[in-house]
């Protein structure tokens, strides 16, 4: 997975149709997405519950590129193994979800995975001061986590803080949380390259007529590069 700091975009299957996950994944990537984003919450360290590593182990198949697993979930460790079994090529776990975020982050490096590191709106950036050579991504939550379809939470500060602490390590800055073409340029201007959206990307379309995630696609990604 080679790195570079192009915009790239990754629906979150949370807004696609749970019945038909992995039509979806693929409608999806051949409209243009550039990543697939699975947001897994556990009903406990956040207040919502969707799936597990079974889950992302049924759509590994039908995604031709990287599948980028979320763990909104406490704790984190037991499910590495499982994670990294299903295919996962990221997995980000939030450095709230545990008292040893550091050992977590070497067990997902040493299941195979990439590892990431999220940030609630309230938690600083200086939080992941001491981790980021443990890190191959850091996602700036935008939201309160837990549901899809929320206001922005205007994180750019933020963002630009941790681009400067980052420097010319080879880390990703994703961005997860109500992401469309008004706050896309925002985003990109401060520092991220990876954007999250969910009902922004699949909002008009279906499996049937998946032209509308195309449209969606290129238009947030259209105004994220505009602002570089």
């Not at 996950?21 to 550039?34: K, N, S, T, Y």
């Not at 500060?157 to 896309?184: F, N, Q, S």
Request: one cysteine or more; proline letters at 7%; a negative charge.
């Amino acid at each position: 997975m080679p790195f570079d700091r192009s915009i790239k975009i990754a629906p979150s299957i949370l807004a696609a149709d749970f019945a038909n996950f992995g039509a979806e994944c693929r409608a999806v990537e051949a409209e243009g997405a550039d990543w697939i984003h699975v947001d897994v919450m556990d009903g406990h360290f956040v207040p919502n519950i969707t799936f597990g590593p079974s889950t992302a182990k049924a759509i590994r198949p039908h995604i031709k590129g990287i599948m980028d697993v979320h763990l909104m979930i406490a704790p984190v460790d037991p499910y590495i193994d499982a994670f990294a079994d299903a295919g996962t090529d990221i997995l980000t776990a939030h450095v709230e979800a545990g008292p040893h975020i550091h050992r977590t982050l070497q067990a997902i490096r040493g299941a195979g995975m990439k590892a990431g590191l999220a940030l609630n709106p309230g938690t600083p950036a200086d939080a992941a001061a001491e981790l980021m050579d443990a890190v191959d991504l850091i996602c700036v939550m935008t939201v309160n986590p837990g549901f899809g379809g929320q206001k922005f939470i205007d994180m750019t500060a933020k963002i630009r803080r941790l681009r400067g602490m980052i420097g010319d390590r080879p880390v990703h800055i994703e961005i997860d949380g109500g992401v469309d073409p008004r706050t896309a340029p925002l985003v990109a201007a401060a520092g991220a390259d990876v954007l999250v959206a969910g009902s922004a990307v699949f909002k008009g379309g279906s499996v049937e007529d998946p032209a509308p995630y195309g449209m969606n696609i290129r238009a947030i990604r259209n105004a994220a590069e505009g602002a570089l």
